[in-house]
Each structure stands twice: as structure tokens, then as C-alpha cells.
């Protein structure tokens, strides 16, 4: 079962990156502004939701995989 849900996991995160560039690409067509956040304001969101996080663990075994792939994924990309 972890085994799938890793996978899911990995093929939805894969996903989420192509549709997210695809929507960048074309909202800079369209002439939208968009903006990113220093890395020190992200670090403080990353801080906040990493607490609340832990809460969520605790609402489910499948919230606590899930949590714990996405906190794993975001080590490995150097996010956290």
C-alpha cells in the first residue's frame, strides 16, 4: 500500500509541476503579473504549515502517508 501511494504520489506531483508551468506560460500571455515570494517569507510558510501539519497527521493513517511524502518530497528537492 505505501508503495502506491508513494507512486501516486510522485505521478500527482509531476502532474501538478507540468500544469503549473503551463498555467504560468499562458497567464504571461495574457499579460498577468505574477509574483513570488522571498525565500524568507516562504521559509515562515513552510514553518506555519509544517506545525499544522502535524495535527492533520493524526486524522488519519492515509493524512499521515501523505504528510510524510510531501515532507519527505520537499527534503529531497531542498524546499525544507
Avoid: C
Avoid at 505521478?11 to 509574483?35: C, D, F, M, P, Y
Avoid at 515562515?44 to 502517508?65: G, H, M, N
Amino acid at each position: 500500500m505505501k508503495a502506491g501511494i508513494e507512486i501516486a504520489g510522485r505521478t500527482i506531483t509531476s502532474l501538478v509541476e507540468r500544469k503549473n508551468a503551463e498555467a504560468v506560460k499562458i497567464l504571461n500571455a495574457q499579460g498577468v503579473t505574477l509574483h513570488d515570494w522571498a525565500p524568507s517569507e516562504r521559509a515562515k510558510f513552510r514553518k506555519s504549515a509544517l506545525k499544522a501539519w502535524e495535527t492533520w497527521k493524526t486524522k488519519s493513517s492515509e493524512a499521515a502517508q501523505l504528510i510524510e511524502m510531501h515532507t519527505a518530497y520537499m527534503k529531497a528537492n531542498g524546499i525544507l
